[in-house]
């Protein structure tokens, strides 16, 4: 199995790097911007006509929700045009394509968990280029899956988890939104789904159901809810005061609902979802031990 991965140095990209070992018979090869610019279609075509791949796993993208909304252009290269591009190459080359997408895909005024049937009105310029990128995609090859996810962390880059850890210690009292609501999701959790995916394709070629799928933890959680895990988990003394987004004005409005129905993924491919407290226990006892 030959496996090439994007956006290798993101949270995802090096939570599928660091487990690559429980794969030893496939092949994997990582790329990040200093390696292979995707948003280049002559790059990538000039990459896929060297190397022999079966899949593509596109962890690439532009995720500086507030930055985008004045930075459209690259925001749009990266999260629109590029998985237009690796989706045509994937193609040619006749291999499949997993990519990454965003619970921002909605506008965030749902009470009930969203379903991949349900209408997408992103109200960013985040979530519109990435719901461009998941059209691109599906258009470009139909052996391609899509899987949206949402309040992403883990051991690896800058996140909410690390954040709080830091800002824990420095402070004897934080202020934390209490009114967007969601779903705290390990990226580690995230790339063992992708890999089960692989995994039973590799058993059985039919196993491959494209289409758009929704992976997060179980649960639901605010960031006020989530920021009081983090220091019960870590030990941190820090006092959390729960305040309105409106405290914390930002020029890209984030979604206040961004729960998402895992339903199809698990009953497709009998992925095993854990609860989001689970993992981040398991995060936070990793990032202690370093």
Not at 21 to 47: C, H, K, M, Q, R
Not at 80 to 100: E, G
Not at 120 to 125: A, D, K, M, R, S
Not at 246 to 265: D, M, W
């Amino acid at each position: 199995m030959q496996i090439v991965v994007t956006g290798a140095y993101g949270q995802l990209g090096s939570e599928i790097k660091n487990r690559i070992a429980e794969y030893p018979g496939w092949n994997f090869v990582f790329t990040d911007v200093d390696s292979l610019d995707i948003t280049d279609e002559t790059a990538v075509n000039t990459f896929f006509s060297k190397n022999k791949f079966d899949f593509v796993i596109n962890c690439a993208a532009y995720t500086a929700v507030d930055k985008a909304e004045s930075d459209t252009e690259n925001a749009e290269k990266v999260n629109a045009l590029a998985p237009q591009i690796l989706s045509k190459a994937a193609r040619m080359a006749k291999a499949k394509i997993i990519h990454v997408s965003t619970d921002y895909v909605f506008s965030g005024t749902s009470c009930i968990p969203y379903s991949e049937e349900d209408k997408v009105t992103p109200i960013g310029v985040y979530g519109q280029t990435k719901r461009r990128g998941e059209e691109n995609v599906l258009r470009e090859n139909i052996d391609s899956i899509i899987i949206r996810t949402a309040w992403l962390y883990s051991v690896y880059g800058n996140n909410f988890v690390k954040t709080m850890l830091r800002l824990g210690k420095e402070r004897g009292e934080l202020n934390v939104v209490f009114d967007q609501v969601g779903s705290p999701t390990n990226a580690a959790d995230l790339a063992g789904a992708i890999l089960e995916i692989i995994r039973q394709t590799e058993n059985n070629p039919s196993g491959f159901v494209p289409g758009i799928y929704h992976f997060s933890n179980e649960g639901v959680a605010s960031w006020y809810d989530f920021a009081l895990t983090i220091f019960e988990l870590s030990g941190i003394k820090c006092k959390v005061k729960p305040v309105t987004s409106e405290h914390f004005p930002t020029p890209a409005k984030r979604p206040n609902f961004s729960v998402l129905n895992k339903s199809k993924i698990k009953d497709t491919f009998g992925i095993q979802v854990p609860y989001w407290k689970d993992s981040l226990k398991h995060c936070i006892e990793t990032l202690v031990q370093k």
